[in-house]
């Protein structure tokens, strides 16, 4: 039973707008959440981290955490066709092990 | 630093052939993890080592699967016998110890087709 679990998409989002992609988690113990943007045949690559409740920014990207719900989301303002790709969120314990969602597919339209 | 490199980035066997997939991780990172890819069942944790010790072997599916790291710069994944389900991407990954050990960094994968 996945332990992660995010919508797969795709989310089509019209250049300029924001994404929202949503994640949510079962295991209590997890401390840590990481979104990692993943490009067609290319690796995971690490774009957000955040360990504590509330908003977390970095440029167009912006992670919320909510532990009591449980919830993860990540917002990217004024898409580019560039961040057309696959989010992964995962969640992270205290040995440093990491529980992947399946990804969520964003397609951002011109 | 050149990131996580691994070897071969493809590989095409038959059914039965033993598969040995390579991995170098970044200097320095103590945690090393390899990972398995697929459309059905996502990315999946194998096993992971800390400071060349296996600390956790419980994603590797079954017998057919090891994983050593002789010293802090080299890895393998063996699969013998390989078998046609095993066609996946496979990705290595590295991280720092202590606070930023959740900070994983993904080396380019090895594409494997068994036939």
């Known amino acids: 039973q996945k332990e992660v679990e995010q919508n797969s998409g795709p989310l089509s989002v019209p250049e300029g707008a924001i994404a929202s992609l949503n994640c949510t988690y079962s295991d209590r113990g997890s401390q840590s959440f990481f979104w990692y943007r993943q490009y067609s045949g290319k690796s995971p690559e690490l774009i957000m981290s955040?360990?504590?409740?509330g908003d977390k920014e970095d440029g167009r990207f912006t992670a919320q955490l909510n532990k009591a719900s449980q919830y993860v989301s990540l917002l990217i303002r004024d898409s580019q066709p560039s961040d057309s790709a696959t989010y992964l969120c995962a969640g992270g314990d205290s040995w440093g092990k990491l529980q992947f969602g399946a990804g969520t597919q964003v397609v951002v339209t011109p | 630093d050149a990131g996580v490199i691994q070897s071969p980035r493809h590989e095409v066997t038959e059914m039965g052939q033993e598969v040995t997939l390579r991995c170098k991780p970044i200097s320095g990172h103590d945690y090393l993890f390899w990972y398995r890819q697929t459309m059905m069942r996502g990315l999946e944790l194998l096993i992971y080592?800390?400071?060349?010790?296996?600390?956790?072997d419980s994603g590797m599916p079954e017998d057919r699967f090891s994983a050593k790291m002789p010293n802090a710069s080299f890895s393998t994944l063996k699969i013998q016998p390989s078998e046609p389900r095993d066609s996946a991407v496979y990705f290595c990954?590295?991280?720092?110890?202590?606070?930023?050990?959740?900070?994983?960094?993904f080396g380019p994968g090895t594409r494997l087709l068994v036939l």
């Open positions: 990954a590295s991280s720092p110890s202590s606070r930023s050990r959740e900070t994983q960094y």
């Open positions: 080592f800390n400071n060349n010790v296996p600390i956790d």
């Open positions: 955040i360990y504590s409740n």
